[in-house]
């Protein structure tokens, strides 16, 4: 037997992020998606392919024929042929490099071209839609993940709050334990998973794309059907019979059905009851009690207490009042005693069947995430060597923008600013890199005569047979010959 140790295999370089791995045979690198494999770099993930079509039972929108007589939904990634996604693509970075995969592909006698990477973005974020009449916080409220400020609450939206997480303030602007956990936040958001954020001064809530939130403990059922206002509006009719009064009540605009219009066109007579709050238009009213967790947004657990006392002058014993929320959750039905005080009685029938069928008009309250980053330039040095002619084409429509083959908006303005449904991408779309940053795929389909024309990467262009294949996926890296010390210098190996 030699005395001579085996030699230990030597850690081989991944250049797929700035952090620049040493990657030690059969381990992987910090962001779980590159290997050594055998002294070889590889990609863990499979690259993606979405392979469905119409008669799978997947029905685009009709609008035209096809070639084949199929109806064409009139976007550029159609979903009866191969689509090739940027999820397990791999990166172009140090950014001059081609994207990993630039495939062709003839659709109705159009040569197509696409172009998918997994771009590093710093620059991203979540916009996150939580249905729930809940106050959670205050507008630009500090919104925190264990602890540490990952984004703030946002402008509230019909029905629902909004949160803006992320972004590179909090991924590189503060302290490491910030950057690593808004990372880590975003990441556990775009990949579907539950989040427990809290608000400074609101509540705690567990977010969940496509799952209904979690305020303070408590799961959340119906969205509103619509402000105070819009609920008088809106079932004005049905309580008009069997009621004298009807009181909505919400944090926004608590509607009053005797000076409302509608209840005006339906001939309901003044009721002399009083509530509290800024009186805007005739029936409507704001800042009738302060945000909360109560009926219909607020802090209100009594509805009585947001009562004035009645007007002896108009007012009458025997008077029927209903109070309810904009969801039909809360309730109570009362009938004014001789003192003109409302005193609670049961629910009549009538009211009962008025209550529920505005539980019926509410949709279920759920949690919606949607990615948004700039495509910056790496994403389009890979694409071209002149980056502002894709930008330009985009721009023109002549560019479609996806992201894990989910239709992108692109934001109007300057720069590729994009911004996709998580939930219309494939499950765990999303990676990271410990610099920290999101890793999200994102593909530019064109003809290949516009990729051409804008000075694309026209001789790194494949088939698409020649990318589906079984292959284990190697990945080209820097060469451990060259100086591991060197920021220049180094040669690249190209992977097959």
């Keep these: 037997m030699s005395d001579q140790a085996t030699p230990k295999p030597e850690k081989i370089r991944c250049d797929a992020c700035p952090v620049l791995c040493y990657i030690a045979d059969g381990k992987s690198g910090a962001c779980d998606r590159y290997a050594n494999h055998g002294g070889e770099l590889v990609r ?178 119906l969205m509103r059907v619509g402000c105070g206002s819009a609920t008088i509006g809106m079932f004005a009719s049905q309580w008009a019979q069997h009621v004298d009064e009807v009181i909505v009540v919400d944090d926004h605009i608590t509607g009053v059905l005797s000076e409302h219009q509608a209840g005006k066109m339906l001939n309901v007579p003044p009721t002399g009851i009083k509530i509290n709050g800024r009186r805007s238009t005739p029936g409507r009213y704001f800042q009738v009690a302060e945000p909360g967790t109560g009926w219909g947004g607020t802090d209100v657990d009594d509805p009585l207490t947001i009562l004035k006392p009645a007007d002896d002058k108009v007012a009458w014993q025997g008077l029927r009042l209903l109070m309810v929320s904009t969801t039909g959750e809360q309730y109570a039905y009362f009938e004014l005693d001789e003192n003109l005080e409302p005193k609670p009685e049961p629910l009549p029938e009538a009211l009962q069947q008025s209550v529920e069928r505005i539980a019926e008009n509410c949709e279920p309250s759920v949690c919606s995430v949607l990615f948004m980053g700039g495509a910056g330039g790496s994403l389009r040095a890979g694409v071209t060597e002149n980056p502002v002619k894709l930008t330009n084409s985009v721009k023109d429509s002549l560019t479609h923008v996806s992201c894990g083959g989910a239709n992108a908006y692109v934001w109007p303005g300057g720069g590729i600013t994009v911004m996709a449904d998580v939930l219309d991408m494939p499950t765990n779309s999303f990676g990271y890199v410990p610099t920290p940053a999101l890793v999200a795929p994102i593909e530019f389909t064109m003809r290949l005569s516009d990729y051409v024309a804008l000075g694309g990467h026209a001789d790194h262009v494949k088939p698409i047979e020649d990318v589906i294949s079984p292959d284990v996926r190697r990945v080209g890296q820097i060469d451990p010959e060259a100086d591991p010390t060197a920021k220049h210098n180094y040669r690249w190996k190209k992977g097959s």
């Design 44 to 221: 863990l993930d499979p690259l993606t392919i979405i392979e469905n079509s119409i008669e799978s039972g997947v029905k685009a929108v009709p609008f035209m024929k096809d070639n084949d007589g199929n109806d064409w939904d009139g976007d550029l990634v159609q979903s009866n042929r191969p689509f090739i996604t940027a999820v397990g693509a791999g990166t172009t970075y140090p950014d001059y490099k081609p994207a990993p995969f630039i495939v062709s592909q003839t659709v109705d006698d159009a040569e197509m071209v696409t172009i998918v990477t997994e771009g590093i973005f710093s620059y991203c974020g979540v916009k996150v839609k939580i249905d729930t009449d809940r106050h959670i916080g205050h507008e630009r409220d500090i919104v925190r993940c264990q602890g540490e400020p990952v984004g703030h609450v946002m402008t509230s939206e019909y029905g629902s709050k909004m949160l803006s997480l992320g972004g590179v303030e909090h991924l590189t602007g503060g302290t490491k334990k910030e950057g690593r956990v808004t990372c880590d936040t975003l990441l556990k958001l775009c990949n579907g998973e539950a989040v427990e954020l809290t608000v400074d001064d609101g509540a705690t809530v567990v977010v969940q794309a496509g799952k209904a939130p979690i305020v303070n403990g408590n799961p959340e059922k």
